[in-house]
């Protein structure tokens, strides 16, 4: 996890929407007027998919689509869920997601095709400044309210699963096949292939051929 602000001091350098700064990890206005509809949009589809009952399938494909637009197929999601923006975030096919997933998408979240995902998981790329004088809310002119934030990526690799209440926080890739055991806090890289559980998150284990399981069918995975 990056939370050194200095890499991401805007400086004098040639100016850029708002949207532009929050999605390349620097400081940003998070009241900029674009970025708070984004948001308010993002907040209702959530709304109306949690009050939709999950046998209405057609409304919720439908909420979905609008909500993240840059996704797989076959995917299914429990509910409640909870997205800052939605179209900042892009998911492969055959995901599921149960209870309570939140993604806090100030950056771009990647997860992979295959990826499950277990009750009260949340992502969240956002980062605030370590001193208050910098982190605190200030005034504008107009009176309105705004502080800096900052952010950074969340990648999740293709195969994986993220257990019960683990938390991702933003700068964090998790390789291809690992699993993060429930209640973790995942502040650095995992590689592929890993066991990885705690607080913070360490890797105990390569995940190997010997804890191959013998289905009953032969079928093969997609």
Same mark, same amino acid.
């Given at each position: ?11 004098? *350098? @040639?100016? =850029?929407?708002? %949207? &532009?700064?929050? !999605?390349?990890?620097?400081?940003? +206005? ?23 009952? *999950? @046998?209405? =399938?057609?409304? %919720? &494909?439908?909420? !979905?689509?609008?909500?993240?637009? +840059? ?152």
């Amino acid at each position: 996890m990056d939370s050194n602000p200095s890499l991401h001091d805007r400086g004098a *350098e @040639e100016p =850029r929407c708002e %949207r &532009e700064h929050m !999605l390349s990890g620097r400081l940003y +206005d998070a009241s900029d007027p674009e970025l708070a509809g984004l948001r308010v949009k993002a907040h209702e589809l959530c709304r109306r998919f949690n009050a939709s009952g *999950e @046998e209405d =399938r057609d409304l %919720r &494909e439908d909420l !979905l689509g609008q909500l993240i637009p +840059d996704r797989g197929q076959d995917s299914d999601f429990m509910g409640p869920i909870y997205f800052d923006y939605g179209v900042f975030t892009t998911l492969g096919s055959r995901i599921f997601a149960n209870f309570n997933f939140t993604v806090l998408d100030t950056c771009p979240v990647v997860i992979g095709d295959d990826v499950m995902i277990g009750p009260n998981v949340t992502l969240a790329t956002p980062l605030h400044p370590m001193r208050w004088q910098e982190r605190n809310l200030r005034r504008k002119p107009d009176g309105s309210l705004y502080d800096w934030e900052y952010g950074a990526p969340i990648t999740i690799g293709a195969n994986c699963w993220i257990a019960s209440n683990v938390v991702i926080c933003g700068g964090v890739t998790v390789g291809e096949g690992s699993v993060i055991g429930a209640g973790s806090v995942v502040t650095h890289d995992i590689p592929e292939n890993s066991l990885a559980v705690g607080n913070p998150c360490m890797v105990l284990r390569t995940i190997t051929e010997a804890e191959r399981m013998d289905l009953p069918e032969p079928c093969r995975p997609l």
